[in-house]
């Protein structure tokens, strides 16, 4: 077998030629200028357009106007030969329909190229949206129901204190006829009894959340490597550095499955409203405050004006950034993972200076 540096590659020049015509992904050399060098036929079945159609306008023209700002944005990073992995626009076909594209683009400083390569993930898209939307719904219906239901108990204990009151204002001195009286005080004790339930309802429905939920000692080094390592590749392509610094405290008493989301959201948060011309880097540490465990977490991403989103940052479907992947659910999960369990949570942020929350945590109960 050859082994010079001069060996000829396995595949010969028409095969990479052939390779790139058939390939089912869109491939394409762009300029620094903005307009498409090469594209392959990939590109001109899925847009309809012809390659001498792509070549005759910049490429702006064919991207979905809402998604334009942002990827001449991202294009810039290029141009300083930085790679972009896995960045996600809409492209608009010349019917008219929308396409969702994800693109790994290598620059070519000397050359003032840009190679990429694209996949259609627009199906993908789709599904998430609809399960989004189904979530969305469901989570919707279950607050109705549970607002019914509190409204409910809440409302029926005014009737059924005013029939205790007259019960007490009644005189049993004066009734005469011991099976009414019988009566009377089994009304009596029957309302005392729905009282009471009432209230053990009421109390149910406002500890629901905490009394079903399984808590525990749980390492935060552990939980951050496990998030991390299903986060690799994510962290790896976008340039991610994350510090952790857990020494103020090295264990959380939690429940595991809500600490794993609020991790998994407030990374991935950080590296999706990263700012362009900055490789992303998130911080999180431990401390404890007068007896009470917090996490920080902070980035140096885009920023919130936090006049203009004030207390809507928790909220359902609420989103601050034109970034085309926001659902407004992160934020909202994150919000009730901790005060469901008795914490809080508070923000602070300013426009392309980060953000930076602090989750304080209920104490650990005693040992006994």
């Not at 762009?30 to 490429?59: H, M, W």
Request: glycine content about 4%; hydrophobic content about 35%; proline content about 5%.
């Amino acid at each position: 077998m050859p082994t010079s540096d001069t060996a000829e590659h396995p595949l010969s020049k028409p095969d990479k030629a052939l390779f790139f015509e058939l390939s089912a992904d869109l491939f394409c050399v762009a300029g620094y200028d903005g307009y498409f060098k090469l594209v392959n036929p990939a590109v001109c079945r899925l847009l309809g357009y012809t390659a001498e159609e792509l070549y005759s306008q910049p490429i702006n023209h064919f991207i979905y106007e809402p998604d334009r700002e942002i990827t001449t944005q991202y294009r810039e990073t290029l141009k300083k030969n930085i790679p972009l992995q896995h960045y996600e626009n809409r492209y608009q076909a010349k019917n008219g329909n929308v396409f969702w594209l994800s693109w790994t683009s290598i620059p070519m400083d000397e050359q003032q190229l840009i190679y990429a390569i694209a996949k259609n993930i627009t199906h993908k898209k789709q599904t998430d949206a609809e399960r989004n939307a189904l979530v969305t719904r469901l989570t919707g219906i279950n607050q109705k129901l549970k607002q019914l239901n509190y409204t409910t108990s809440h409302d029926l204990r005014s009737p059924v204190n005013n029939l205790l009151s007259v019960f007490e204002l009644l005189n049993a001195d004066k009734i005469q006829d011991p099976e009414t009286l019988a009566f009377v005080e089994m009304l009596k004790s029957a309302t005392q009894n729905l009282k009471e339930t009432l209230n053990n309802y009421v109390d149910e429905l406002q500890q629901h959340d905490s009394l079903h939920v399984e808590l525990e000692y749980i390492p935060l080094y552990e939980m951050y490597e496990s998030v991390t390592n299903s986060l690799r590749s994510l962290l790896e392509n976008t340039r991610t550095s994350v510090f952790t610094d857990f020494e103020a405290m090295h264990s959380i008493y939690f429940n595991r499955p809500y600490l794993e989301s609020i991790f998994l959201n407030m990374i991935t948060n950080s590296v999706k409203y990263g700012r362009p011309d900055l490789n992303p880097v998130i911080n999180i540490r431990s401390e404890i405050v007068d007896g009470q465990p917090r996490l920080h977490f902070s980035d140096n991403g885009q920023g919130l004006d936090m006049e203009q989103v004030k207390d809507k940052i928790f909220g359902l479907n609420q989103t601050f950034h034109d970034h085309s992947d926001s659902k407004g659910i992160g934020l909202y999960l994150v919000y009730n993972h901790i005060t469901s369990l008795g914490g809080h949570i508070a923000v602070e942020s300013k426009p392309n200076e980060g953000v930076h929350f602090t989750m304080t945590f209920k104490s650990a109960p005693e040992a006994s």
